[in-house]
């Protein structure tokens, strides 16, 4: 199967193909995977070196123009380094943009703690009008780059990542799905964490909720769900602990509730190991998710 980051690669270069408004900027990463694109279409794909912030102004001068700028690199030089240029360029000029990003959470450890980007999301948080999508196998992040691109002129991201789901759901980029039914509790499972959620909650008596869109928030799936399940929420994201539980507590502000948001710790941890051995540090691999959900939930088993 191929991961992610090669369907963007190739869904990316038919978007250019098919669309006149459709343009790349890359920073360096992933140059390679765009140079028939960039050989089909020179002035809608560009590539301004190891340059994010110019990454990110070029997006937006683009998009002044007209055009459809998807931008792309990883999460911690998209997000994080540029951040500025985000919240000025894009938010403060009022125009939009899809940026793609890749390496996640911890999704290459070797590349050290510069490369990577628990509090992506949440520093997206802090500004207003963004659709994030977190899609967790590449047929979904198919669809949702699809989505994002034909959005008009929204500020989309888009988050991929290496992690993912043996099969793919079908995801419309905006609503939660409902993948299990339980009464004792909801479990938000986002993205590329719902193998390991239905893992973790197998024979417990809990509504599993899958999202691929977290931005916006899906309060009507939630409050759904808690109608039946009762209003005991888990959150499991695939990055920074706790980034959807005010999200949560909003769409439940009328009524009573518990949420515990799990996720990447903020502690760093310095060894470079491997995905598999992150995941268990952090506490987000099947087993340890069973014990902090089934603990939260008081272990509610189906009858």
């Given at each position: ?124 948080d802090t500004l207003d009008g963004w659709t994030t ?52 509790g909801v479990v938000v499972a986002v993205g590329p ?22 931005r916006p928030f899906d309060t009507v799936a939630l ?81």
């Amino acid at each position: 199967m191929d991961t992610m980051r090669d369907r963007f690669a190739s869904v990316a270069s038919r978007l250019l193909d098919e669309d006149p408004r459709v343009a790349v900027v890359l920073a360096e990463i992933g140059a390679d995977g765009f140079v028939e694109a960039r050989r089909k279409h020179p002035e809608r794909v560009i590539n301004v070196g190891i340059r994010e912030q110019l990454l990110i102004g070029t997006g937006a001068g683009l998009a002044l123009t007209g055009l459809r700028p998807v931008v792309h690199t990883f999460a911690g030089f998209l997000v994080e380094r540029p951040f500025e240029q985000v919240k000025l360029d894009l938010g403060h000029q009022d125009v939009g943009a899809v940026l793609v990003s890749a390496a996640a959470s911890f999704d290459w450890p070797a590349g050290g703690f510069t490369h990577m980007a628990p509090g992506d999301v949440a520093l997206l948080d802090t500004l207003d009008g963004w659709t994030t999508h977190v899609p967790g196998h590449p047929d979904e992040a198919e669809t949702l780059l699809r989505h994002a691109v034909a959005a008009g002129d929204d500020k989309v991201y888009v988050r991929l990542s290496v992690q993912s789901n043996a099969q793919a759901l079908a995801v419309d980029g905006t609503h939660f799905r409902r993948v299990r039914e339980g009464r004792a509790g909801v479990v938000v499972a986002v993205g590329p964490m719902l193998d390991a959620v239905l893992a973790a909650t197998e024979g417990l008596d809990v509504t599993v909720l899958y999202a691929t869109t977290v931005r916006p928030f899906d309060t009507v799936a939630l409050r759904r769900a808690t109608e039946t399940a009762g209003a005991v929420v888990v959150l499991v994201e695939p990055y920074l602990a706790g980034t959807s539980t005010s999200a949560a507590g909003e769409a439940l502000v009328d009524v009573p509730h518990r949420v515990l948001g799990l996720g990447v710790g903020r502690r760093e941890l310095r060894r470079y190991g491997n995905v598999d051995e992150h995941l268990a540090a952090h506490g987000l691999d099947a087993g340890s998710l069973r014990e902090r959900i089934g603990g939260f939930l008081g272990a509610p088993q189906r009858v």
